[in-house]
């Protein structure tokens, strides 16, 4: 899988990328039972809201087949490696919950400003991937991006303790009206599989999910492997000490390991 020169140009001015429906519903549907699966464990890698609901699962792919499958697809890795123009590791594997009706929100944050404080990591060239399990709509909760942001560079942040249930280096309200009133504020939205990418430096935050309608999504932050983290402070979970180079797997592995069931059944 590789990105078309327009769309290369496209990333590099707006420092975000949709792509639709890049994932079958059949490939979606199977890890989105996994997916629930997991936020039913009771594991020190879920962490949940205060209300109890989950909020973000970390390291999935390090004890699930089905995200270990997903975490080194090639229509992932191959356009971030293409952008880099090097092999990448997995920094941070995480899945998003905003849970029907308790969803909490996501402050106003640029996602280096994290690994650069929190885990050493020297420069922004690890990429936020995401993987929509639900339809992501304008009503649950979507992902809001503040377009060519990354370009204002490593932005000074608080640590926010105490919003949610999430430590979070956060932007104050005047940096994020003055990138606003440049950029302005767009929501991607699309049917379960469609993929976004973004730049680390790319300014977002997401509303609370007050609808019915839950909006599950799958985070791969990907490193580039000469970026790897040196001051780690977190626990592994949340960031990776394996720093070996993503192998990809066949185009068509997560098809055949969602048909693997059926196929035993029969």
Excluded: C
């Amino acid at each position: 899988m590789k990105l078309t020169p327009e769309q290369i140009e496209f990333f590099h001015r707006d420092g975000w990328l949709f792509l639709p429906e890049l994932f079958s519903q059949e490939e979606v549907d199977f890890l989105a039972r996994e997916a629930v699966s997991i936020y039913d464990a009771n594991r020190p890698e879920v962490w949940r809201e205060k209300s109890g609901a989950p909020r973000t699962a970390f390291a999935a792919h390090l004890y699930n087949e089905a995200f270990r499958t997903l975490g080194a697809h090639p229509r992932m890795i191959d356009p971030i490696e293409q952008l880099f123009g090097e092999q990448v590791y997995m920094h941070q594997f995480k899945i998003n919950a905003k849970a029907a009706f308790t969803g909490d929100v996501w402050q106003w944050h640029q996602d280096y400003g994290t690994w650069k404080r929190d885990d050493g990591m020297p420069e922004p060239r690890a990429m936020n991937i995401a993987i929509f399990l639900d339809e992501v709509m304008p009503i649950n909760g979507p992902l809001m991006l503040v377009p060519k942001s990354q370009t204002a560079g490593d932005l000074k942040a608080s640590h926010d303790l105490e919003t949610t249930s999430y430590p979070l280096w956060t932007l104050d309200e005047d940096t994020v009206t003055r990138l606003v009133q440049k950029g302005g504020i767009v929501a991607p939205t699309g049917k379960p599989g469609g993929m976004l990418m973004f730049h680390g430096n790319l300014v977002h935050g997401s509303s609370g999910n007050i609808t019915p309608y839950p909006r599950k999504i799958v985070y791969l932050t990907l490193n580039a492997v000469s970026n790897y983290i040196r001051t780690p402070t977190r626990p592994d979970y949340i960031a990776h000490r394996d720093f070996t180079p993503i192998k990809t797997v066949d185009d068509d592995a997560l098809l055949r390991l969602a048909r693997a069931p059926r196929q035993a059944a029969e």
